[in-house]
């Protein structure tokens, strides 16, 4: 029982680049979300899931993409990076809001 | 102002200190409160959550909540080195939004 898993867990971007990061969950979860984390600001949620097919904006969703791929999957896409989104990026997933379950991360820098 | 405030410290403490952890909140709708540690360069974990007011305990931790102060707590009793890590407060009001609103962390060191 593996959790939350998440690749990579370190990426280097040039300005303008795309990628998507992965996430996927084995834990039979319907909710699934992506967060930044910067330092002072805490953990802002960037779009959720509340269940396959279905996605939501969160705080900071501007330059951001996702995909409920499956009831495992959640991915998040960067189109055009930006120096403004080096981060550290999350992905959790719950039963509820409430008791979410987080991955390792991914330590993103945009050059 | 934050919807959600907390000192970011650090909080220094020797081991088999009590640690008092708080955050206070402007937004009287949040029903949900959440105490995650998160351990250097890993992902935060829920250590416990409380629904309205009232106290929770959980082993040498124990979460109280006033909503009447807009004020939450997590105690740790018996401080140990392995308890040093980040502290986050979350909230969450009762609508089925997925929307976790957090803290920005307490960093807490035990000393041996």
């Known amino acids: 029982n593996a959790g939350v898993t998440q690749t990579p867990k370190f990426q280097v971007l040039k300005t303008g680049q795309s990628m998507t990061l992965q996430c996927a969950q084995d834990?039979?979860?319907?909710?699934m979300y992506w967060y930044r984390q910067d330092p002072g600001m805490g953990l802002r949620l960037i779009y959720y899931s509340a269940s396959e097919g279905t996605t939501d904006k969160g705080e900071v969703p501007n330059g951001y993409n996702v995909s409920r791929l499956n009831k495992r999957e959640f991915s998040l896409r960067l189109e055009s990076a930006a120096p403004s989104q080096t981060s550290v990026y999350f992905c959790?997933?719950?039963?509820?809001?409430?008791?979410?379950?987080f991955g390792p991360g991914t330590r993103l820098t945009v050059t | 102002q934050k919807e959600v405030e907390q000192d970011p410290g650090p909080l220094s403490v020797p081991e088999g200190a009590i640690v008092s952890l708080n955050c206070t909140y402007s937004n009287s709708a949040f029903q949900y409160f959440m105490w995650y540690r998160q351990y250097s360069r890993k992902g935060p974990e829920l250590l416990m959550y409380?629904?309205?007011?009232g106290n929770k305990e959980d082993g040498r931790f124990t979460a109280q909540v006033d909503k009447s102060s807009k004020y939450i707590s997590l105690f740790i009793r018996d401080s140990q080195p392995s308890d040093s890590a980040t502290y986050l407060c979350a909230m969450k009001g009762s609508s089925n939004t997925g929307k976790l609103i957090f803290g920005q962390g307490t960093t807490l060191q035990v000393k041996p």
């Open positions: 834990m039979n979860h319907n909710s």
């Open positions: 409380t629904y309205s007011s």
């Open positions: 959790a997933s719950a039963w509820n809001d409430y008791e979410q379950y």
